[in-house]
């Protein structure tokens, strides 16, 4: 439907209506069951399409300029609707992000009409401790792969994979676009997260697959180049808060059903809790525009970005602790979804390098002034 005069058209609409029944819906499981149906319903909806150029029949989130208001409001609805489900659709996000800033027209034609054909993708980075990490060996037409890579969501159950690899004879890094299940050999970790078991976060074994060198994204070093590279955790930070969004609404349902809304100090911990939730949003508006926009200088971005992010954590920290305090011994039984949520949530705030980030972006505005009110 056309927009009212003046009124923007809401472009998430059927996502929108569709948080509800995800939540209430039983189908993420907390277990290591992949939420195929759900994937399905949000798919139907639009979100995996979401991420795509518009001339590609997308939404441009995650792929062009100017969008980071939609995107944030995209991811905070998805992590509203299940914080699994978030992470899912933010690892496509980012995928599909890779291919469009570094990836030539062939990989952008053939990944939008991938996903236009209902292709999840997953984002692959982390290499296990040790030896055992993804790398290549490149020949004239083929690359050969060893090794694998940890903390895998959608293992098993993605269709397509953006991947880090070491090129260990040229001493590079590069990115990889592979097709799904073939030789690869999704597992479970050797042990299992408390949360977030909805994402199946495996670890995938490559040893045996072998790519076309077409299958090469961009350039060396191309993962790494910032701002992207750092400024891409206002992403998950957006889920996350969705996240907290999620949480305080069951707190703020479950006072009022135990009759306990008027007390002062509930209402205080409300207040508190709520005060880092809006704070939170802020930050990543800003920040999360920056970082999709892509004007201002790299190292600016990154270090918004990163307090951002530290902000958002307190402010889920904070909220877990508050709503804890305030439901009592109910925030823990297993059948509360208060229960579940705050576990999914801890578990997906262990983003990498907390230190460094905050240090980082400390040491940017101590040097460079302020950042401007
Ligand atoms: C639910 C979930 C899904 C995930 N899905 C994916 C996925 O699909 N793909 C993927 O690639 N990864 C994925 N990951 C992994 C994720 O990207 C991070 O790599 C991982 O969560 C790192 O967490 P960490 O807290 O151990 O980080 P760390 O960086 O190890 O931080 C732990 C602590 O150590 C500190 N620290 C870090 N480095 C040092 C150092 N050198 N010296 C001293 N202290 C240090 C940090 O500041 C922090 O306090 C997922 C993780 C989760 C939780």
New binding site residues.
């Given amino acids: 439907m056309d927009a009212l005069i003046g009124v923007p058209a809401d472009e998430l609409e059927h996502i929108r209506r569709l948080v509800p029944s995800l939540q209430n819906s039983g189908l993420v499981a907390d277990a290591a069951e992949f939420p195929a149906e759900a994937i399905r319903r949000l798919a139907e909806a639009g979100a995996l399409t979401a991420p795509l150029p518009i001339a590609s029949g997308g939404l441009g989130l995650g792929t062009e300029r100017h969008r980071g208001r939609v995107l944030l409001d995209f991811l905070h609805l998805l992590g509203q609707a299940s914080?699994?489900l978030g992470?899912l659709v933010e690892?496509h996000v980012n995928a599909l992000r890779i291919v469009a800033r570094y990836g030539n027209t062939a990989q952008q034609t053939v990944v939008s009409a991938a996903v236009r054909d209902g292709a999840l993708f997953?984002?692959?980075?982390?290499d296990p401790p040790g030896d055992g990490g993804l790398s290549m060996v490149a020949g004239d037409a083929r690359l050969a792969l060893t090794g694998g890579?940890?903390?895998?969501?959608?293992?098993g159950f993605a269709s397509h994979a953006v991947v880090?690899a070491a090129d260990v004879a040229r001493g590079e890094t590069r990115l990889l676009l592979v097709d799904l299940g073939g030789l690869e050999h999704a597992s479970p970790l050797p042990a299992s997260?408390a949360?977030?078991k909805a994402?199946v976060?495996g670890q995938v074994d490559f040893t045996g697959v072998t790519l076309g060198v077409d299958r090469v994204i961009g350039d060396p070093g191309d993962y790494l180049r910032e701002p992207d590279f750092s400024a891409g955790a206002w992403r998950?930070s957006a889920v996350a808060l969705g996240g907290l969004h999620r949480l305080l609404d069951l707190l703020r349902l479950q006072l009022i059903g135990r009759g306990r809304q008027d007390d002062p100090h509930q209402r205080a911990r409300f207040g508190q809790a709520l005060i880092g939730h809006e704070a939170g949003w802020l930050l990543l508006e800003q920040a999360g525009t920056m970082a999709e926009d892509l004007e201002a200088d790299s190292a600016r971005i990154v270090s918004a970005v990163g307090l951002a992010r530290i902000a958002v954590e307190r402010a889920c920290l904070d909220g877990i602790e508050l709503m804890q305090r305030s439901l009592g011994i109910g925030a823990f039984l297993t059948g509360n979804p208060v229960e579940r949520v705050a576990r999914?949530l801890q578990?997906?705030?262990?983003?990498?390098?907390?230190?460094?980030?905050l240090h980082n972006a400390a040491g940017y505005f101590m040097v460079n002034g302020l950042p401007a009110a």
Avoid: I, N
């Fill in positions: 914080l699994p992470r690892a997953a984002l692959w980075v982390t890579k940890m903390f895998c969501s959608g293992a880090t997260l949360g977030m994402a976060t998950s999914d578990t997906y705030l262990r983003q990498p390098a907390a230190d460094e980030v």
